[in-house]
């Protein structure tokens, strides 16, 4: 029987070897080491690892090319920027997918969008299956490790039921203007543990409809329009549940009009800038505490949005605008402080690079990702396939030979496929595809095998996800509230 390969790379699976031995696996014997994972985990690491406390922010619908230190023309996020100078910044971080849910799923069990196979929870109205029960989560291997773990979030897309709440002592949806309040007080009740914390931090301060937040903050960057906008926001701030107010902004713009695009884009702006703000009382909370020079601090997104640059708003496809997000990582003090990563690196990877820093033994047999602990290290290795998956993991985007692939069926009369220049085209205007057949050929069988081998993968996890999940009024309301369901 052939082994199962768990490390995916530029051509494929192929067989990853580890200090401590190989990572190759029977088939038959694939679920049962992974359920031996933990406590594995718990048993070799708990001792080796370092006391570093650890926060994850991760700032839902952020664009990495809308924040000052990534070259945007304004100034949206300073607390941002100058926590740069003192991170390691990432400028091509991509996604796994343009979605809340899978791209979190991904974040926290180093896996693919099609192998974890978790769509939006907003997409399953019936019912929801988590993540299966063969696939660890980082949060799980943080507290078979001695972690203290929270979780404060912003509801809707990452609830607990679809697994993101395996691991955690607490984890639980709380307001944007109380995250930080919130998070303070549980710091200080649990200060006489001398665990280490895990902490991760999720809002939706930038998600549409582009209106949370003082006003002062939201208008900031809509110079002439203020008494019209002003008008707008307080009529939608009128409305209690918040999906109304997605329907109700959205009939004020025509996204087709760039006159319209530019507003909605101001707008958006002061979302990140009201996002910025939000993040400097983050880390004073930190610093009062004493957690912040010590501490692993890391702040990324989940996806992008877009405002018509492939023809279309929001977050749902595959192209640059919705993938690429920012990630920064500030060392235990202020270590590798201001150095940038020009290369590619999956977000999916990030978990495997902090247990290698941390020297957390074994990692996950589930867990795909790999370590880009060596771009920061300049030692070894790094040279992943960067994979983006579609909404429900049928469709793959994929980097390779200097070109970008997408399967993206934008229009159903055209072509679905699009190539992209890397160098030449950075923000994917102009589609190769029928200038380029033989590179088009060679990339759609690739992006098949892609599919193939993750499908293979997904194979073995299925079916081993335990019972499915309703979802009761509590959660559709929240998910009403966030704009997901009507």
């Given amino acids: 029987m052939p082994p199962v390969i768990l490390a995916v790379g530029k051509k494929g699976f192929h067989i990853r070897p580890r200090k401590s031995g190989s990572r190759t696996l029977l088939i038959a014997t694939l679920a049962f080491h992974v359920l031996l994972c933990l406590p594995s985990c718990r048993r070799e690491g708990a001792d080796a690892a370092p006391k570093v406390p650890i926060v994850l922010l991760s700032i839902d619908t952020l664009r990495a090319d809308h924040l000052a230190c990534y070259g945007y023309g304004l100034e949206t996020s300073p607390s941002i920027d100058r926590f740069a100078g003192e991170s390691v910044l990432f400028e091509n971080a991509i996604s796994p997918s343009p979605l809340t849910t899978p791209a979190h799923v991904s ?56 697994g993101l709440n395996r691991g955690f002592d607490y984890y639980a949806p709380v307001p944007d203007e109380s995250l930080n309040s919130r998070l303070a007080k549980l710091i200080q009740s649990l200060r006489t543990s001398t665990s280490p914390f895990f902490i991760f931090l999720h809002h939706y301060v930038c998600h549409d409809p582009y209106t949370k937040g003082p006003k002062d903050l939201r208008l900031r960057f809509t110079e002439g329009w203020e008494e019209e906008l002003t008008s707008i926001v ?200 029928d200038k380029k057949p033989e590179l088009l050929k060679r990339m759609e069988y690739r992006s098949r095998e892609i599919m193939r081998e993750q499908q293979q993968l997904a194979f073995h996890f299925r079916d081993k996800s335990g019972s499915r999940v309703e979802l009761d009024e509590r959660v559709i309301e929240r998910l009403r509230a966030l704009g997901y369901l009507k």
Avoid at 111 to 123: E, F, M, Y
Avoid at 138 to 145: G, S, Y
Avoid at 256 to 261: H, L, S, V
Avoid at 391 to 397: A, D, E, T, W, Y
């Fill in 107 to 162: 974040l926290f069990t180093a896996t693919t969008p099609v192998v974890h196979g978790r769509t939006n929870i907003s997409d399953n109205r019936k019912g929801y299956e988590p993540f299966p029960a063969g696939i660890t989560s980082a949060a799980e291997v943080l507290k078979a490790n001695g972690y203290i773990t929270i979780g404060l979030h912003g509801g809707g897309n990452v609830e607990g039921l679809c």
């Fill in 234 to 433: 307080d009529e939608l701030e009128g409305l209690d549940v918040f999906a109304r107010k997605s329907r109700r902004f959205w009939k004020h713009f025509d996204i087709k009009n760039p006159a319209d695009r530019e507003l909605v884009r101001a707008l958006y702006d002061g979302g990140v800038l009201y996002s910025d703000s939000l993040f400097a009382e983050t880390l004073d909370v930190l610093k009062r505490e004493g957690l912040y020079e010590d501490a692993l601090i890391i702040v990324l997104s989940d996806h992008g949005e877009e405002f018509f640059e492939h023809g279309g708003k929001l977050h749902v496809r595959l192209f640059i605008e919705t993938l690429h997000v920012p990630l920064l990582i500030k060392f235990p003090d202020k270590k590798f402080g201001g150095r940038r990563v020009l290369e590619d690196v999956r977000t999916f990877d990030l978990f495997p690079t902090v247990f290698e820093y941390l020297k957390i033994k074994p990692v996950p047999v589930s867990f795909q990702g790999l370590s880009f602990l060596p771009l920061i290290l300049d030692k070894g290795t790094y040279d992943p396939l960067i994979m983006s998956f579609s909404r429900f993991g049928n469709r793959v985007r994929f980097h390779g030979q200097g070109f970008i692939f997408a399967h993206e069926p934008v229009n159903t009369d055209k072509v679905p496929y699009w190539v992209f220049d890397r160098k030449s085209d950075p923000r994917e205007k102009v589609n190769l595809a």
